[in-house]
């Protein structure tokens, strides 16, 4: 009767390690199947010469110097780049001050920013080079996708 009740115990264990595996097995390939569609959907919502206008930028503290950004790269405040909450990395944006009209060219390699109502968080640099006021930190700007 022990050796019954033992061999039965065993396999019931067996049974439920069984399940355990394959539950978060299947739990962990559904959630990677998802994340690649939202990729993919969002590569394929860009339009070269789309343009949005009044949008608010602001830029990078020295702080994020040598960090990663979200696609990988190594973030410098001397690059002409900046993040963008939705847009595909490597897609270029001209960015034009609405007060002044000086333009700059940068590279989404980042997301961001996460304060709300701004849309872009630029270098420093690309910041700089638009902005009459080195003393601002938030610009109106108008955002045209180049490729």
Same mark, same amino acid.
């Given at each position: 009767?022990?050796? %019954?009740?033992? /061999?039965?115990?065993?396999?019931?264990?067996?049974?439920?390690?069984?399940?355990?595996?394959? #539950? *978060?097995?299947? %739990?962990?390939?559904?959630?990677?199947?998802?994340?690649?569609?939202?990729?993919?959907?969002? !590569?394929? /919502?860009?339009?070269?010469?789309?343009?949005? *206008?009044?949008?608010?930028?602001?830029?990078?503290?020295?702080?994020?110097?040598? %960090?990663?950004?979200? *696609?990988?790269?190594?973030?410098?405040?001397?690059?002409?780049?900046?993040?963008?909450? *939705?847009?595909?990395?490597? /897609?270029? +944006?001209?960015?034009?001050?609405?007060?002044?009209?000086?333009?700059?060219? !940068? #590279?989404? /390699?980042?997301?961001?920013?996460? #304060?709300?109502?701004?849309?872009?968080?630029?270098?420093?640099?690309?910041?700089?080079?638009? #902005?009459?006021?080195?003393?601002?930190?938030?610009?109106?700007?108008? =955002?045209? =996708? +180049?490729?």
């Amino acid at each position: 009767m022990i050796k %019954r009740f033992r /061999t039965f115990g065993v396999a019931v264990l067996m049974l439920l390690l069984l399940q355990a595996c394959g #539950t *978060s097995h299947t %739990r962990y390939a559904k959630h990677r199947t998802t994340s690649k569609k939202v990729a993919k959907t969002s !590569v394929g /919502t860009v339009k070269v010469g789309a343009f949005k *206008s009044n949008v608010a930028a602001s830029y990078y503290h020295d702080k994020f110097n040598g %960090r990663k950004t979200a *696609s990988g790269a190594v973030f410098s405040n001397n690059n002409l780049t900046t993040a963008h909450p *939705s847009l595909p990395f490597g /897609t270029q +944006l001209r960015v034009t001050n609405r007060v002044n009209g000086k333009q700059v060219v !940068v #590279t989404v /390699t980042d997301r961001g920013p996460f #304060t709300k109502g701004r849309e872009l968080d630029l270098s420093k640099r690309a910041f700089m080079s638009i #902005t009459d006021d080195k003393n601002k930190g938030v610009l109106q700007v108008d =955002i045209e =996708i +180049l490729k």
